[in-house]
């Protein structure tokens, strides 16, 4: 989950807040000095912890809060309007220019991710009915430019390069021209980076700035890097003037520093964030449904779109109703969980969903993708006829199946009893819905 460990420190302050019902001044500071502790171990900058803990407490410990019904839920609902405007507040767009193309330029030292956020970004535009070109004026990675013409080929959107040219501003200046006679409206240049922050390395940013006069200057940055990323981001600004961040491997950023340091500590807006290795894995940056994610208030709105993008609707509604009717084989079960895995990691998916952040936590209700690919693996293992009729399944087979998935024989028996067990429990969900009653299950990639 995206800053585990501060979600679960800050959740877990304001659960004891909520058990003392009336809450007193102390109670409040008491609160905050966690919440600043569980700030500064997450990476976050310490000025911006003592300001934003300060506004937390001066609004926290008012007249109005401490004497509500549900003090505790206020405090959570300061917390969280806080941690939204200290990521921004709300979401930050690229600029379109009024007459086509529009210039993206992207920018960051070597290493954060450029080339591959280069094919994200373009991907995304795609989906947005844009028609992207990249640019490859990387002129000295080894494979730079291979590497963009890869990911051109993979979304079928042109690449312009000039392998012969070791010229990056020439090269900038061409691929615009490029992207005017083909009539692509977005142009996403790919810069060079080096290790470290260096006056030939800006001194050819600003020279590319300063030919294609870019309409977005956006800075690549690493989010598990936490402090440095917001020190590169203050050199990058200082210097070359960007228009906004992009983080990259924030699904992996348990802590958090960059994300909750970068903006007030640079005033620039993060506008992107890389949350995976798959091309379709670059999401608009959104302050308000990260904060609640934070807070374990989860972010449907996010999952909503995911589903949206990603699920076939009319699969998903046949499928209900099969479940419902207990009708479903294992050959639509595993259609489902292709559907499921569409969306992204469970632990990710969990995360967006109000108080299930912490389900994996729990005995018995942990969530594992590794399961999900070893059901898959079983399911294929399997005949046609044993996908539809799992009765066929005698002995033999399930050591067939077990040889044929990389698995052991227990594993199959506890696929197909688990499978056997939801058929039943669908039964009984659809007697609740009629009944007006409430019952749980739990699913075979659910350990």
Do not use: C, W
Not at 244 to 264: E, M
Not at 314 to 343: G, I, P, Y
Not at 371 to 394: F, G, W, Y
């Amino acid at each position: 989950m995206i800053f585990e460990g501060l979600a679960d420190k800050l959740q877990q302050t304001f659960r004891k807040l909520r058990g003392r019902g009336r809450l007193t001044e102390a109670d409040v500071v008491e609160a905050m000095r966690e919440v600043r502790m569980a700030l500064l171990e997450a990476d976050v900058n310490y000025k911006v912890v003592k300001d934003f803990v300060a506004r937390v407490k001066e609004r926290a410990i008012g007249q109005d809060v401490l004497e509500s019904l549900t003090p505790a839920q206020h405090v959570v609902k300061i917390v969280n309007e806080e941690l939204t405007a200290l990521m921004g507040g709300t979401q930050s767009r690229i600029a379109v220019a009024n007459n086509p193309p529009t210039v993206i330029m992207l920018v960051g030292l070597q290493g954060a991710g450029k080339t591959t956020t280069a094919g994200k970004l373009a991907n995304l535009l795609l989906q947005q009915n844009r028609r992207p070109l990249l640019a490859a004026a990387d002129v000295y990675r080894p494979a730079a430019i291979k590497q963009l013409q890869v990911l051109g080929e993979k979304l079928d959107i042109p690449v312009y390069s000039d392998e012969e040219s070791k010229n990056p501003v020439r090269i900038s200046q061409e691929a615009v021209h490029t992207a005017i006679m083909k009539g692509r409206d977005v142009v996403i240049v790919d810069t060079a980076g080096r290790l470290h922050i260096n006056e030939e390395l800006m001194a050819e940013l600003q020279n590319i700035k300063q030919s294609i006069r870019p309409h977005e200057i956006l800075l690549v940055v690493d989010a598990m890097t936490g402090q440095d990323a917001v020190t590169v981001a203050e050199h990058f600004d200082g210097q070359l003037g960007v228009d906004g961040i992009i983080l990259t491997k924030l699904d992996g950023d348990a802590r958090g520093g960059a994300a909750l340091s970068i903006k007030a500590v640079t005033g620039k807006p993060i506008k992107f964030a890389g949350m995976g290795e798959k091309l379709d894995a670059l999401e608009p940056f959104h302050p308000d449904r990260l904060a609640s994610r934070i807070l374990g208030m989860g972010d449907v709105l996010s999952l909503i779109e995911k589903a949206e993008q990603s699920l076939d609707l009319e699969k998903a509604q046949d499928m209900e109703k099969k479940m419902l009717r207990a009708e479903f084989t294992f050959e639509e079960f595993l259609e489902q969980l292709r559907q499921v895995r569409k969306l992204g990691p469970l632990d990710q998916l969990l995360g967006m969903l109000p108080g299930m952040g912490n389900l994996k936590k729990m005995p018995g209700m942990e969530v594992n993708d590794k399961e999900m690919k070893r059901v898959e693996a079983i399911i294929l293992s399997m005949t046609k006829k044993e996908r539809r009729n799992p009765q066929l399944i005698d002995g033999s087979r399930r050591r067939r199946i077990a040889k044929g998935s990389g698995t052991q024989v227990q594993d199959v028996n506890r696929l197909l009893k688990q499978f056997v067990e939801v058929k039943k429990m669908m039964k009984q969900l659809q007697s609740m819905q009629k009944s007006g009653k409430k019952g749980k299950f739990k699913l075979p990639f659910m350990r």
